[in-house]
């Protein structure tokens, strides 16, 4: 992925530019809000878009990252048409939520000795309970900066799996007693596991799942998300895009990444490997379980080539207009 992003990097360049003549602003005044996306919706289906009426004239920084999702966009897109599959965590994918396991919108409920691998986010409600007895490994971030970005980052990815093209459908199946290689799976409406779903990585310990669900999940009592292959038990490019609820029963065995548009429950004994569970309107109840995001590297040294070609392109343009 690393040789688009110089390209598409400065092709954020060219399409944002303040600059008339250059750009679409209408003048190098323009003032624009602080985040160039409006605020989170609920609406499922309708993507997060461009403030209303807001210039796209943006400063080097929060382009900086508006280029990151577009160069994880276009690694995501490119993987799921054949191509070698993004990993989240080499390519800046999750950007902002990157550095949370668990991210709710209404608070987190816990019974028992649960432990979170990693860091919370919580915003716009700040609820927790049950902690302790339950574990937080990593900190609690509560309505700060970095809890509002992540959320607004997790939109970002949810939109995104939304609107990959569908591999396959599987719209009434149940996943269980499923083998499935890389590949992008829609269900209409709910889904269900009950058994074991098989997830066969091939010769790619990168391979890209995703499962696009219409409505709710329900993973079964005792039941597996199985990976095999080059990427059994590392892969982190495994997704679940949930168009409203996710449910895991007691002592389900769980692997990728729960990003639900309302709630997250899961049952007692339930856990999630490489993974993280993500409410963007809801709660994520908890009951003696563990969730464990594979800890990911802070540095986006990847895109250091893009973004130096952006500040590098930047000043030539700005010596030009001088």
Same mark, same amino acid.
């Given at each position: ?6 390209? %598409? ?32 919706? $609920? ?21 900086? $990252? ?16 054949? $191509? ?33 691998? #990693? ?90 799942? %995703?499962?696009? %669900? ?15 292959? $080059? ?35 899961? #049952? ?39 973004? #130096? ?14």
């Amino acid at each position: 992925m690393l040789p688009l992003a110089a390209p %598409v990097g400065i092709f954020c360049i060219a399409l944002f530019s303040p600059t008339k003549g250059l750009g679409v602003g209408d003048s190098a005044e323009t003032k624009m809000k602080p985040y160039p996306f409006a605020k989170p919706t $609920a609406t499922l289906g309708h993507p997060v878009g461009a403030a209303e009426n807001a210039q796209p004239a943006i400063g080097f920084g929060k382009l900086g $990252a508006l280029c990151t999702l577009a160069i994880a966009i276009v690694g995501l897109l490119a993987s799921a048409t054949g $191509a070698k599959a993004i990993d989240p965590g080499q390519g800046g994918f999750w950007g902002a939520a990157e550095d949370f396991t668990v991210i709710s919108y209404a608070g987190v409920t816990n019974t028992g000795n649960s432990v979170i691998h #990693g860091n919370v986010a919580l915003t716009p409600t700040p609820a927790i309970t049950g902690f302790p007895p339950g574990v937080i490994t990593g900190t609690t971030h509560i309505n700060d900066t970095q809890a509002v970005q992540a959320m607004i980052d997790a939109t970002l990815v949810y939109n995104v799996l939304l609107a990959l093209p569908v591999t396959q459908d599987l719209t009434g199946q149940n996943l269980g007693g499923l083998t499935l290689t890389s590949g992008v799976y829609h269900f209409n409406s709910s889904a269900l596991l009950n058994g074991t779903l098989t997830l066969d990585t091939q010769s790619s310990a990168n391979a890209l799942f %995703v499962f696009q %669900v219409g409505s709710d999940l329900t993973v079964s009592a005792n039941s597996i998300v199985s990976v095999i292959g $080059a990427g059994a038990g590392t892969d982190l490019n495994v997704f679940w895009q949930i168009g409203s609820s996710a449910t895991l029963l007691s002592n389900a065995e769980f692997y990728g990444s729960l990003v639900s548009q309302a709630s997250n429950t899961l #049952g007692n004994g339930a856990s999630v490997e490489n993974g993280r569970v993500i409410s963007l309107t809801g709660n994520v109840t908890l009951d003696t379980n563990d969730i464990s995001a594979v800890p990911e590297p802070a540095t986006w040294a990847m895109l250091a080539g893009g973004i #130096g070609a952006l500040g590098f392109w930047q000043r030539v343009r700005r010596g030009a207009l001088s």
